[in-house]
């Protein structure tokens, strides 16, 4: 079977008056067969065929559905490509197909109107080749065959590949704050190629080598608690589930603490054995405040704001752990 490059540059022999634009355009609404594409060549006017290039190279924008629109702009973001125009011509040669467009502009770079080669970033074409190798693993481990994302086995794999020496085991959740990543559990191209590129690594390679200091640079001020904050959101099973499951929280909390707050143990088997119940966004905002607390828990205020659980917990660990001997 004929690669489509291949196709091309027959039908580009075959008719070298018609532009490459009107024959990609023809293969791609005709499923990429060359033999219909003749057949529709034979029954066309010189007319018709200037008249489609015309419409082909008008301005983008002016005619293009809200649809066409987001899709020029994922492209842009993804492709770190300015032009409209490319963008547009892009896409409309791989069916509106933001997937097809990207990959075969990163595969085999565009031309503009002035016929000058626009060639995609070395390092976008790398991240999302990166993507590309991880949304398939996925697909083979069960994702659906049509996903456009990360997800599932594919972020199992790609965090096993990132985390090999870490030693806390959240540098995929570090990456996910700082893509800003939008849908628990899950990147989408652009998140992951735009947001690795501002980001200023091209690479595993470099995602790897950038893992240390993304990860002090959340001790900052504020910064770890707008991390901590983002993980719950980021960790839900759905964007409409609204409370973290309780096995997940524990597992988080003690991911995120162990070595740092003295009764972490102590909470966590509370939580699991006692409490056994989903945490709700209210007790997972107010933990980060309640491990400033002392270990012997004599500043905390019972009639403070604090949600049932900390109460609960308090007595609890009055009445066994803290109780005077």
């Known amino acids: 079977m004929m690669s489509s490059v291949a196709v091309e540059a027959k039908l580009q022999n075959k008719y070298p008056n018609i532009s490459i634009d009107v024959l990609r355009h023809l293969l791609n609404i005709t499923g990429g067969d060359p033999q219909v594409v003749q057949e529709q060549l034979r029954i066309m006017s010189m007319s018709e065929i200037h008249s489609l290039e015309a419409s082909l190279r008008e301005v983008p924008g002016r005619n293009l559905t809200g649809t066409q629109k987001q899709r020029v702009k994922e492209f842009k973001a993804v492709s770190a490509v300015s032009n409209d125009k490319v963008a547009v011509k892009m896409l409309m040669q791989n069916g509106w197909d933001v997937e097809s467009a990207l990959n075969a502009f990163f595969s085999g770079g565009a031309e503009d109107d002035d016929g000058d080669e626009v060639m995609g ?38 965090s096993q590949d990132i985390d090999a020496e870490d030693e806390d085991g959240y540098c995929l959740y570090v990456i996910a704050f700082l893509v800003k990543a939008s849908i628990p559990l899950t990147f989408t191209k652009e998140e992951f190629v735009s947001g690795l590129m501002d980001l200023g690594v091209r ?18 001020d504020g910064v770890f608690r707008e ?34 707050y003295p009764l972490l ?33 004599s500043d905390y205020d019972v009639d403070g704001a604090w949600p ?4 609960e917990f308090v007595d609890h660990a009055k009445a066994t752990f803290l109780a005077p001997k």
């Open 121 to 158: 970033s070395a390092g976008a074409g790398e991240l999302n080749d990166l993507f590309e190798k991880y949304k398939a693993i996925g697909i083979e481990e069960g994702a659906a065959e049509g996903t456009t994302n990360m997800e599932g086995a594919a972020l199992h794999s790609f």
């Open 203 to 220: 690479s595993l390679a470099d995602i790897k080598k950038n893992l240390p200091n993304w990860k002090s640079q959340l001790q900052r």
């Open 227 to 260: 991390f901590y904050r983002f993980c719950y959101d980021w960790m839900k099973e759905s964007p409409a589930t609204r409370v973290l499951g309780c096995e997940t929280a524990c597992d988080l909390w003690t991911m995120f603490f162990k070595g740092q």
């Open 265 to 297: 143990e102590h909470w966590v088997d509370y939580v699991k054995t006692h409490f056994k119940k989903a945490i709700t966004k209210d007790v997972w905002y107010q933990f980060l405040d309640f491990t400033n607390l002392k270990p012997d828990l």
């Open 308 to 311: 049932v659980l900390f109460d």
